[in-house]
């Protein structure tokens, strides 16, 4: 089994910052990719940013430029950073890994409203 746990999720004001974080802990030898989705109440999830055990990375169109995703392999964790927030941004925010299949963790919610 493998447990991911998020948090820095929050309240910010439009084109404020978060950092978000995702620490994952159990049978995780070689989770690879780790990554970032959004998800609207109502709504399907939506890729945001992925980053592989090498450092490659990709993101969705909506937040290239203003969010950037990052590893630290010896913590394995899972960080995104996000600048220039705007309202449209508001989601709850879930990690997830893949070790043989895809893990998630619980969300954490982020409002950008002023």
């Known amino acids: 089994q493998v447990q991911l746990v998020e948090s820095g999720g929050g309240l910010v004001q439009p084109g404020g910052s978060l950092r978000l974080s995702c620490a994952a802990s159990?049978?995780?030898?070689?989770?690879?990719?780790m990554g970032w989705y959004g998800q609207t109440p109502g709504k399907q999830r939506e890729a945001g940013a992925t980053i592989t055990g090498d450092g490659s990375t990709t993101y969705a169109d909506s937040v290239k430029g203003r969010f950037t995703i990052s590893r630290d392999n010896g913590k394995i964790t899972v960080y995104l950073q996000m600048n220039s927030l705007k309202p449209e941004d508001t989601d709850v925010y879930y990690c997830?890994?893949?070790?043989?299949?895809?893990?998630w963790g619980q969300g954490t919610q982020v409002t950008v409203s002023s």
């Open positions: 159990g049978s995780i030898c070689n989770i690879n990719p």
């Open positions: 997830y890994g893949i070790v043989l299949k895809r893990y």
